[in-house]
Structures are given as C-alpha cells and as structure tokens.
C-alpha cells in the first residue's frame, strides 16, 4: 500500500532533469562575478566621468550596491542549495525510483505576462523507503516525453529530506516513452 510521504522535497537548483554539482557551481560563480561587475562597473562610472568622481559615488553608492545585492543574494542562494544536496548525496540512503505519473501547472515566470497554459513540471515520483512512497519534484518547463528516455532515476533520502536525481536523458533519435498526465 502506497503512503503519503512525510519527507521534504529538495529540487534541483537548477530547476531541471539534469543535475550536476559542475552546472551548479558555474551559475553560483556566474551570480557572484556579475554582483562583482556590476559594483565595480557603476561604481567606475561614478568615479571616471564626474569631476568629483569620489564625491558622487559616495552620494549614489545606492546604484552599485542595489545592481549587486540581487546577484550576490543569488550567489548564496545557489551556495546553499548546492552543500544541502551535497550533504544528502553523500549521507544519505540511496534507492531506486520511478516517475509514475506528471502534472502541468501554469507558473508565472514572466513579469507583466499571464500565461493561461499550464507552464512548469512537476514529476510524481515512487521509490521504497520502509514501504513504498510517492513525492513530486519540479523540473521545469520540458514534458518528460520529450526529455526522459527511462522512467527510472535514483533517490537519495537523508532523515526527513529526499533528492531526486539520475534521470535517465534522452538522446536524438532514442524512442520516446510515455508517462501519465494527471490534470
């Protein structure tokens, strides 16, 4: 018998199929070099085309520090994310699991933009951890039919927190598999 999950879900950071610690960690150093940047960039604007560079800046210092706080805040963000699944992966319990079924929602990405088509992914997921179990992670705007070319992946369980992972990709010219749609 199937019984609900009491675990807390862990998506990927990146918010897709295909995880990789290298991916992660090229967006969190892309997060914090573009914080960088930008505090360099307008800061040396203030300093090289005022006659009182120096002056200016430290009135404006605002423009720098609001372009770099959301880049370095995402920085850490990504920083977070990426020791939290680290640490599962590497201590945590390791099973097999298999995507059962999915579901489209509609997510509100772009500003201003409502879309009315559902948008986003969600995979449900069933794996065996003292019986079996289901969860449902977040993998983006791609159907699984076009991405996956298995429905099995690897979950990796750590007290109360699951990670899923090892999403089987496919290839050009692989077969297409289909998965259940629940609305």
């Known amino acids: 018998m199937k019984r609900p999950t009491k675990y807390t879900v862990i998506n990927n950071p990146l918010d897709d199929y295909d995880f990789s610690f290298r991916r992660c960690h090229a967006a969190e150093i892309g997060a914090y070099f573009f914080a960088?940047?930008?505090?360099i960039l307008i800061s040396a604007l203030f300093v090289c085309t005022e006659k009182?560079?120096?002056t200016v800046l430290s009135k404006n210092l605002h423009y720098p520090i609001g372009f770099f706080v959301p880049f370095f805040l995402?920085?850490?963000?990504?920083?977070?994310r990426i020791k939290r699944v680290k640490?599962?992966?590497e201590n945590g319990k390791k099973t097999e699991g298999e995507v059962i079924s999915y579901r489209r929602i509609r997510v509100n990405v772009r500003s201003g933009g409502i879309s009315s088509k559902p948008n986003h992914t969600l995979?449900?997921?069933?794996?065996?951890?003292?019986?079996?179990r289901e969860c449902t992670i977040s993998v983006g705007r791609k159907f699984p039919e076009k991405v996956l070319a298995s429905p099995?992946?690897?979950?990796?369980?750590?007290?109360d927190k699951v990670f899923v992972t090892g999403f089987i990709l496919r290839k050009k010219g692989d077969p297409k598999i289909s998965f259940e749609l629940k609305e």
């Open 36 to 39: 960088t940047v930008f505090l």
């Open 152 to 159: 099995y992946c690897t979950v990796y369980i750590l007290d």
């Open 74 to 80: 995402m920085g850490l963000s990504m920083t977070y």
């Open 52 to 54: 009182d560079g120096w």
């Open 87 to 89: 640490k599962i992966i």
């Open 123 to 132: 995979l449900n997921i069933r794996f065996r951890d003292k019986g079996e």
